[in-house]
């Protein structure tokens, strides 16, 4: 009979330690992916094909990785071919995922020629959006874009347009308009512009990614990866990835030396 009662006391011994082994273990777990969460950049990219075009959102990730950040790097994207801020907005699937995720960033992307020919409408859309990204604690990006190859006048008023807003909501900007224009100068035998001297080829839109890349992780670009990947397809369908183009050595520091200047100073 003791033998049994001593057995009993043992099994009831085990079973509280085991009970507060799971309660102590509990809010490890939840600290443990409160942490993870922290250490996750989550970015939203809401424009049109100057955003998907080479997957510009996953290739900014890929640069994160490539550099070893501690802190991991989450990219998605609403886009829709030749969309204005406004047809987002109408649309309402951006708002949706804007409110039913946590976003660190949104990043907003007008049409290439808008912020020139109507930059009230951009204004008035962008302010809307602003105001909804503030309700959610996260912060505006805008995505200063670049001229047409065949008009580098307009970039200027491309650029005042943007600073202008961005100003005005307290918002941060990307500065890939002026990133490129610079890169270019700096070495005119680097083609940022596709054939139709509109969108981007690879080389440009890794000019775009440094310049996130250099925005979400705070950190210098100089060292990132010269190897440009993206999809398959130049769609915001996902497709299989592969390698785009690898830069040389000297124009890689070219464009991240650059990129890093130009973002700490504007």
Not at 26 to 40: I, M, S, V, Y
Not at 106 to 130: G, R
Not at 240 to 257: F, M, P, V
Request: hydrophobic share 40%.
């Amino acid at each position: 009979m003791m033998i049994i009662t001593k057995i009993v006391y043992i099994c009831l011994f085990l079973f509280l330690m085991i009970a507060l082994f799971r309660l102590i273990e509990k809010p490890t777990e939840a600290n443990t992916f409160q942490e993870t969460e922290k250490q996750t950049i989550r970015v939203l990219f809401i424009g049109n094909s100057y955003t998907y075009v080479n997957d510009l959102p996953w290739l900014t990730q890929q640069l994160a990785e490539s550099a070893k950040e501690t802190r991991m790097l989450e990219t998605e994207m609403v886009v829709v071919g030749g969309a204005i801020l406004k047809n987002h907005w109408k649309r309402g699937k951006a708002l949706r995922i804007l409110r039913a995720k946590r976003w660190d960033y949104v990043v907003l992307q007008e049409q290439s020629t808008l912020p020139i020919t109507n930059p009230k409408e951009m204004y008035k859309y962008a302010s809307l959006f602003d105001a909804q990204i503030k309700r959610v604690n996260s912060q505006t990006v805008f995505y200063l874009t670049w001229a047409k190859q065949n008009q580098p006048e307009t970039q200027q008023i491309l650029t005042d347009s943007y600073m202008t807003i961005a100003k005005e909501l307290k918002a941060k900007v990307a500065p890939v308009g002026i990133a490129w224009q610079k890169v270019q100068e700096a070495n005119p035998k680097l083609n940022l512009y596709s054939p139709d001297q509109s969108h981007p080829s690879p080389i440009g839109s890794y000019v775009a990614a440094c310049v996130f890349y250099t925005i979400f992780l705070q950190n210098s670009p100089v060292g990132l990866s010269r190897r440009i990947y993206s999809s398959q397809f130049s769609t915001p369908e996902e497709g299989n990835r592969l390698e785009l183009e690898s830069l040389s050595e000297t124009d890689a520091e070219i464009i991240q030396n650059l990129v890093e200047c130009i973002v700490r100073n504007t």
